[in-house]
């Protein structure tokens, strides 16, 4: 499958973050997402491209990106036909062309002032080479009484409160993917994502992300 290139961010500069989004037929979702993305309004907003990297779908996932792409020029789509999630952050990974790599959800409604914040924090805390942050539920409905905070792990929902926190070897927090910026550097260094941890169709929760941070902590 050919990808959509683009060789400039909407205002013509290179850009600062690229933001990656993997999907799996899920083209009714996809929309808000590429939208709350594209609606950064935060005034240091950094120049961004949003690569949408289609993980082997058989919706019309491919369709829904190319209408985003017609739109905004920052929208780039990647296919990747491997499946698993793994796989797909890598390809997103390949595909970026700033130093700074911003992974999120197909599911995931981002903040406006969400990459602001990131490139704020890398600038606050030089010398670290991943940032993530909370990721918290919008319920379609009141969730049962036994779903706590506890049992936010499996859904990948994420807070570890409102004040800094560092991960490393001695505090290994997991920053999930789907809000999670990684430095280029980082992945020269360490590598991607790991197939053998990853999340795929027909099965339940993953590790690759916690795998990263572990293996990136020790080198």
Known sequence: EPRQERTDTQNGRPPEISVVIVTYNRADLLPAAIDHVLRQN??????????????????????????????????????????????ARNAGFTAARAPIVAYTDDDVRVGPSWLAA????????????AVGGKV???????????????HWGPLALVDFGDQSVRVDSQNQLCL????????????????????????????????????????????
């Open 42 to 87: 935060d005034p240091s907003t950094p120049e961004f491209e949003l690569v949408v990297v289609d993980n082997n779908s058989s919706d019309a996932t491919r369709a829904v990106v190319e209408r985003a792409c017609a739109r905004d020029r920052r929208v780039r789509y990647v296919w990747e036909g491997r499946q698993g999630v793994s796989h």
């Open 118 to 129: 990131i490139q704020r924090t890398f600038r606050e805390y030089p010398g670290v080479s």
């Open 136 to 150: 918290l539920p919008l319920w379609p409905a009141p969730p049962p009484d036994w779903l706590t905070r506890t």
């Open 176 to 219: 999930v993917g789907a809000n999670l910026a990684v430095l280029r550097s980082a992945f020269d260094r360490v590598g991607g994502f790991s197939a053998h941890v990853q999340q795929v169709k027909g099965t339940v929760g993953s590790c690759e992300d916690h795998e990263f941070l572990d293996r990136k902590s020790v080198v």
